[in-house]
């Protein structure tokens, strides 16, 4: 992600910053922009002008929710809720107190990954605008014991609609899930990557001509997705899936082998936007530091930054006594993978998306 400055004291701000902490000045995220703007104070109609003079914006009505959002929506426009919040379809109990901290994490990592979508030009409709394409999000909690209906929320993609259990924002019991799955990296944002990979794999390769180049370097995904399943949670992958898969997960099924690259290609882009805005990136050629959007660059030239940053992020780490945050190989077989994503989100962007067929029947976790 890139840096961003105050608009009245040129001090450094961040994207999770409602206001600047040196002059108190009001700041907003707003999407239309990709950048955190700063306001005059809010006037008497609640609204906030610019200090650039480029109109005025309200504040998104989760802002002073649980919710706790930084972005803003213009003057003009009707929504209470922003571009983010607009995707929420159910959204946790507040009434009880430990879902108010749930929800605030897993708003954060939601505008993290609508940032990267809309940074990548991809359609980011919610479903009240689009109702047969569009994508939206339940944050659901497990029934507690004893209270009637089922007892566990799965965490998954079903035709636009992603869940994620609430118990993935509970440090101790998401790190005993990630021993528990024998997963090397498991993160909210990871989850949201992960899932939202599964929507656009609906919206990009599904029912379109893409579907036999997917098949010749993911697998076919025609193959039974519940047995495949079952097979890998009973028998554990392949011992030489590293050759061909980002993760030992991915080696289940084509449609989470495309689901867990995808996840991968967004951490790899997002991680070098930010190495680039702080001058992190080590130089391969002429004009590297601008790295979104990433079209029309080979996604050879970006895996030869990312081997660099990658290198960098976990030898940081490892100085400071921390686990490596990116325990991955990308073995060539993945690199084939994460350039057949990089090309497609490229045509994607900007232009429009094919139809969805009729809502699929199954449900990839
Ligand atoms: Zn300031
Ligand atoms: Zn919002
Ligand atoms: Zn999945």
Redesign the pocket.
Known sequence: MRNFLCGNCGRRVFFENSRCLSCQSELGFVPADLAIVTFQPVAADRSLPRVDGKGSHRRCANHTTAGGCNWMIPVERPDPFCRSCRLNHIIPDLSVIRNQQAWLKLEAAKRRLVYNLISLGLPVASKQEDPACGLAFDFLEDTPPGAPGDDHVLT??VAGLITINLNETDDPKREAARQEMGEMYRTVLGHFR??V??YYWDRLVRDTPRIESFRKVFGDERMNYASALASHYAQGPPPDWQLRHVSAYAACHP??DW?ETWAHYLHIIDTLDTAAAEGLIVQEGPDQTVILPPHGRPFSEIAIQWRNVRLLLNGLNRSMGLPDPYPFFLAEAVIGKLTLIHDWVAEAAGKVMPQAAPLPTKQ??
Do not use: I, K, P, T
């Open positions: 998954g993609h992960h899932e990979g599964h449609w989470e689901a990839s976790a």
